[in-house]
């Protein structure tokens, strides 16, 4: 059964940074397009980046030159680096993967940006 877990959300000062971990299991992750959205209180969620299965990256607007998506095919694992931090990144940020009608969903790492 396909999983995700992220890890490495908190609390962090404006200005800060964060490097949150996603682990996949139970699928063969070379296959998916891995993907970050974030979901801030009383809004939807939005789409924050993702990377192709050959490494082709996607940001939203708002993080470009800010936040770097990475994965280690070796490790299972996709990577969200957020530098440069804003109280209006606070949010749950939820790991994505894609693979044609596949679509899985871990449970969310709370990031909390202070100013």
């Known amino acids: 059964q396909a999983q995700l877990v992220e890890s490495g959300g908190g609390l962090v000062q404006s200005g800060g940074s964060l490097r949150l971990s996603c682990l996949a299991s139970?699928?063969?992750?070379?296959?998916?397009?891995m993907g970050w959205y974030r979901q801030a209180p009383g809004k939807q969620r939005e789409l924050v980046a993702n990377?192709?299965?050959?490494?082709?990256?996607n940001y939203v607007d708002s993080v470009k030159g800010r936040f770097t998506i990475s994965r280690d095919n070796n490790k299972n694992t996709v990577y969200l680096q957020m530098n440069s931090l804003k109280p209006g990144d606070t949010a749950v940020y939820y790991c994505?993967?894609?693979?044609?009608?596949?679509?899985?969903w871990g449970k969310g790492a709370l990031v909390t940006v202070s100013s």
């Open positions: 139970g699928m063969t992750f070379t296959l998916y397009v």
């Open positions: 994505n993967a894609m693979f044609r009608k596949l679509d899985y």
């Open positions: 990377i192709t299965t050959d490494d082709t990256t």
